[in-house]
């Protein structure tokens, strides 16, 4: 039987991921991967941070609450914002897409960071153009992300169609104002991440049916061991590309 799409960036899509994760998180390797993407980024309580496509909020709290400095969150899905603001008051969020930052957010950042958020925008060069505005000269970007995997062919992943080209992703940071620097590969890391999340699901396979009803479940549970067999065999991978505002 095929199984009804579920887009699992919409609000009841976190929500089970949030479960599954245990924590205000939708992206691969939840706070070990926070942690890991911001060990060289020194806790400075004067800092400004950005979290575009925050989500729940979840990680924006994380930073802020670890002395990473201030933080503030922005995602276009209203929902998740609104859980955001009702969750973590002392962040900032704001419901907007990623293109009108510089339209809806009037500070600048010392660092911009997303977490599996550029791989979902439709635009993404312009989504670095937008952003750019709102850096502080010499600010740091951050993308952790899915990465075209190295055995992967040349036409768009049907699983993963937004996924960082690593052989493409220095151009499209320079022709949007940013310096690239950088990138650590984290492929291994998202191999085990995704087996861990995998196996979690299905001890988590109960609270999920009470959200979303067995199929939900069924479509969570094949989507992500495709996606992890996708990962183990080369065709996704995972990184941190690191650039500077030039
Ligand atoms: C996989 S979730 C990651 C959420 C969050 N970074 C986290 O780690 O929990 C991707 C997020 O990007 C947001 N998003 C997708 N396209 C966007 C856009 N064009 N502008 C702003 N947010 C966007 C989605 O609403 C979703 O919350």
């Not at 245990?22 to 020194?42: L, M």
């Not at 600048?108 to 670095?128: K, P, S």
Request: hydrophobic share 40%; glycine share 10%; proline share 4%.
């Amino acid at each position: 039987m095929t199984q009804p799409a579920m887009n699992m960036n919409s609000f009841e899509g976190k929500r089970i991921l949030a479960l599954v994760r245990e924590g205000d998180y939708a992206h691969a390797g939840e706070e070990e991967a926070i942690e890991r993407v911001f060990r060289a980024v020194p806790k400075q309580a004067g800092s400004w941070l950005l979290d575009v496509g925050c989500g729940r909020g979840g990680s924006a709290e994380y930073l802020r609450r670890h002395g990473w400095g201030h933080v503030e969150g922005i995602d276009r899905d209203v929902e998740s914002i609104e859980y955001a603001r009702a969750t973590y008051p002392e962040v900032e969020f704001h419901a907007c897409d990623v293109l009108d930052v510089p339209r809806t957010i009037t500070r600048t950042f010392d660092l911009i960071y997303m977490l599996n958020a550029f791989y979902a925008f439709e635009r993404q060069a312009d989504a670095l153009a937008a952003l750019r505005k709102v850096a502080k000269p010499g600010a740091q970007l951050v993308i952790f992300d899915y990465t075209v995997g190295a055995k992967s062919s040349d036409a768009p992943n049907p699983m993963m169609p937004g996924a960082i080209r690593l052989s493409e992703i220095a151009a499209t940071l320079r022709d949007s104002g940013w310096e690239p620097a950088v990138v650590e590969d984290l492929s291994a890391d998202y191999a085990r991440w995704y087996a861990t999340f995998v196996e979690r699901i299905q001890l988590k396979r109960a609270e999920i049916e009470k959200i979303g009803g067995a199929e939900s479940y069924d479509f969570v549970f094949s989507m992500y061991s495709g996606l992890h067999g996708f990962i183990v065999q080369g065709g996704v991978g995972g990184a941190i590309v690191h650039a500077r505002a030039d």
